[in-house]
C-alpha cells in the first residue's frame, strides 16, 4: 500500500488487488476477552527520517501511541535470570549481560582487522569476528532469535543487515563508524516506538484511507499476468468465481514470492528467473498470549520484554510485555504476555498440540519472571511460514527480480523477501 501511495503521488493512477478480505498483509490484530492481541509485528520503530515523513505525509502518525518509556529497558536471560542490558557505558560497566573478559573483548572491537567482504560470510562469523564468541552467544543469538526466529549461522550478513557490512568496508570499524555517522545521518529528532489504539492493523487502515477506494479490491486473486506489448493484462477472479481484467501499464508484485508459481504468466521474458525469484526459507513460528493477574507475577515487568539465548536451554525464544509496552493492552489488574516459540530454534514445538506448547511456555516463565498461577487467558497463533530469511538465498532472490524487471518493462516485484522484513524496509521500499 505504500508503494501504492507514492505512485499515486507521482501523478499515476492505481489499482490494489488483494486475495484476502483485508489489507495489511501479517498486520493482524483481534480483540479476545479483554485482551488486544497483535498477530504479526507487534511494533513500529521510526529510527529513519524518511519512514518518520513518508507516515507523516500520509496522516498516519498523529493516530499513533508512543511507547511506554520503560520500554526503553530491555532483558536477556543469563544464567536462567533476567539480565537487563546496558543503556549506557556506565550501566555498560556494571552490567552482568557479559562477563569482564567478554566485555573487554567487545571493547577491543576499532582494533580488529577489516573481513573479507565476498557477500558470503554470516552473522555469526561477522560477530564473532568482531566483538567476540560471547558477545554472539549472549547478544547476537538472542537478538537474530527475536526478529528473524533463526539462528545467526544461516542470515547472510550483506542480506540481512548491510548497514553493518558497509560501515565495516568503510570504516573497518563498527564502533567508529557509528560515532562518525551519528552526527551525519538524517535522523528524527528522537527514535519512537509506536502501535496505535486498536493494534498495529491501524497502520494499515490509515495507509489505504489515503487510496482510492474504488480501485481497492478485496477477496480477489490474481490468476494471470500477461505482457502484452505496451503494457499487461491482469485477470483475477473473486470468491464466486466471477473473472475480472485489469489493463496497466505496470504491475508490481508483492504477494509471498513463494505463491508466485499459483500465477500463470504469460509472454515473460527470463521465466528461468521465477524458480530463483521464489528460493526462500521459512521456518514455523508460534505466538503465545497468556493473560493473568498482576499480583500472579513476581517479576515487574518494568520493560520492553526479553530474549533467550540459545546456550541457556530453554523451549521460548522471548517475549514481550506487550501489557506494558501500550495501554489498554489488558483488562484492568492484569497483564498481557506475548511469547514466542519455535522457529529455526525449535521448529517441531511450534507445529506441537496446543497444551504442549502451553506447558512448556508456563514452565519457562514460572522460572523467568515468576508466574506463580496457570494464566487465566491463553491464545495461540500459529504461523507455518513465518519470516522470509535473509539467508544466501536472499541474493539469488534480488538478482532475480533486478533481472525480470530489466527484460520485462514494467514488472516489479517487492515484499518482505527482497526489501527485509522491517516495518520501515517495507514502507521505505523503492520501486522504479
Known amino acids: 500500500m505504500s508503494t501504492a501511495w507514492k505512485k499515486m503521488r507521482q501523478g499515476h493512477e492505481i489499482t490494489l488487488i488483494e486475495s484476502s478480505p483485508r489489507f495489511g498483509g501479517v498486520l493482524q490484530s483481534e480483540q479476545r476477552n479483554g485482551y488486544l492481541l497483535d498477530y504479526g509485528a507487534n ?22 501511541l508512543d511507547a511506554n518509556p520503560k520500554a526503553n529497558k530491555r532483558f536477556i536471560v543469563r544464567n536462567q ?3 537487563s542490558l546496558p543503556l549506557n557505558f556506565s550501566s555498560f560497566l556494571s552490567s552482568s549481560f557479559l562477563s569482564p573478559l567478554g566485555k573487554l573483548r567487545l571493547l577491543l572491537e576499532p582494533f580488529i582487522p577489516r573481513g573479507n567482504h565476498d557477500g558470503m560470510e554470516t552473522v555469526a562469523s561477522f560477530i564473532s569476528r568482531r566483538l567476540g564468541k560471547e558477545a554472539l552467544d549472549y547478544c547476537g543469538n538472542p537478538f537474530i532469535s527475536g526478529i528473524y526466529a533463526s539462528d545467526p549461522e544461516t542470515l547472510n550478513l550483506a542480506n540481512a543487515f548491510p548497514a553493518l ?100 504468466w504469460n509472454n515473460i521474458k527470463g521465466q528461468e528467473h521465477l524458480s530463483n525469484l521464489m528460493e526462500v526459507t521459512h521456518f514455523p513460528l508460534s505466538m503465545v498470549f497468556f493473560g493473568i493477574g498482576k499480583e500472579e ?28 509496552l501500550f495501554e489498554n493492552r489488558a483488562p484492568h489488574g492484569k497483564v498481557l504476555l506475548t511469547t514466542f516459540v519455535g522457529g529455526e530454534r525449535m521448529p517441531k514445538l511450534a507445529l506441537a498440540e496446543d497444551e504442549q506448547i502451553y506447558k512448556a511456555v508456563e514452565k519457562d516463565l514460572s522460572k523467568l519472571i515468576g508466574m506463580k498461577k496457570k494464566p487465566s487467558f491463553k491464545h495461540i497463533k500459529r504461523w507455518k511460514q513465518s519470516i522470509p530469511l535473509p539467508d544466501q538465498k536472499m541474493s539469488l532472490r534480488i538478482k532475480a527480480s533486478k533481472e525480470l524487471s530489466f527484460l520485462n518493462n514494467g514488472l516489479y516485484f517487492s515484499g518482505s523477501a527482497l526489501s527485509g522484513v522491517s516495518l520501515p524496509n517495507c514502507i521505505d521500499a523503492d520501486i522504479a
Open 43 to 64: 511494533t513500529l520503530s521510526l529510527r529513519n527520517q524518511e519512514t518518520s515523513d513518508i507516515l507523516e505525509d500520509m496522516g498516519v502518525l498523529k493516530y499513533a
Open 81 to 83: 535470570k533476567l539480565v
Open 165 to 264: 557490512s558497509r560501515m565495516e568496508k568503510q570504516y573497518r570499524s563498527l564502533l567508529v563508524g557509528m560515532f562518525k555517522e551519528k552526527s551525519s545521518k538524517k535522523k528524527p529528532p528522537k527514535t519512537r516506538l509506536l502501535s496505535f489504539p486498536e493494534g498495529m492493523n491501524q497502520l494499515a487502515y490509515h495507509i489505504q484511507k489515503n487510496l482510492p477506494q474504488d480501485q481497492l479490491y478485496t477477496n480477489e486473486s490474481v490468476t494471470s499476468v500477461t505482457n502484452i506489448g505496451q503494457g499487461w493484462k491482469v485477470k483475477s477472479h473473486n470468491q464466486a468465481g466471477n473473472i475480472s481484467e485489469f489493463l496497466c501499464d505496470e504491475v508490481i508484485s508483492t504477494i509471498p514470492v513463494d505463491q508466485i508459481s499459483n500465477i500463470i
Open 297 to 324: 507475577i513476581s517479576h515487574n515487568l518494568d520493560g520492553f520484554g526479553f530474549l533467550v539465548p540459545e546456550k541457556e536451554k530453554l523451549s521460548i525464544l522471548g517475549t514481550l510485555f506487550s501489557s506494558t
